[in-house]
């Protein structure tokens, strides 16, 4: 019975451990150092902050319109028409992919699934 208070404090010591990160990294947002800024265009298709949370569901959603229903166009925040292509579209502006694309999929250790099917651009072969 008097070894009740050690086990306590461990278990309190235990779940700090355990929640740490959580409380540590709360409020705070990833953002990519060094990325490679567009080399052409004016404005993306949404938002940075939109494309840089949900540019996977976008990509997702263009595959699905162009495989399934032929679907080729789209439209930018601005209203504006773009064409649906990872690689006429959106490495149309930023052209490295090495310098864009991995930059950020490494440091966050994601192997996306574009370049099984589509061509990397000459300089990252």
């Known amino acids: 019975m008097s070894d009740r208070w050690?086990?306590?404090?461990?278990?309190?010591l235990l779940l700090a451990l355990v929640l740490?990160?959580?409380?540590?990294g709360r409020g705070?947002?990833?953002?990519?150092?060094?990325?490679?800024?567009?080399?052409k265009g004016t404005a993306c298709i949404l938002p940075k902050a939109e494309m840089r949370a949900r540019h996977m569901d976008l990509l997702d959603a263009w595959r699905e319109a162009v495989v399934r229903t032929g679907t080729r166009q789209a439209w930018t925040a601005a209203g504006e028409?773009?064409?649906?292509?990872l690689t006429g579209?959106?490495?149309?502006?930023?052209?490295?992919?090495k310098e864009f694309c991995?930059?950020?999929?490494?440091?966050l250790a994601v192997s996306p699934g574009c370049w099984s099917c589509h061509l990397a651009p000459k300089e990252d072969r």
């Open 20 to 24: 740490a990160p959580v409380w540590l």
């Open 102 to 107: 991995d930059r950020c999929h490494g440091e």
């Open 89 to 97: 579209t959106c490495l149309g502006c930023h052209e490295s992919k």
């Open 81 to 85: 028409p773009v064409r649906m292509s």
């Open 6 to 12: 050690k086990i306590g404090a461990g278990l309190a």
């Open 28 to 39: 705070r947002r990833w953002t990519p150092k060094g990325l490679a800024k567009p080399t």
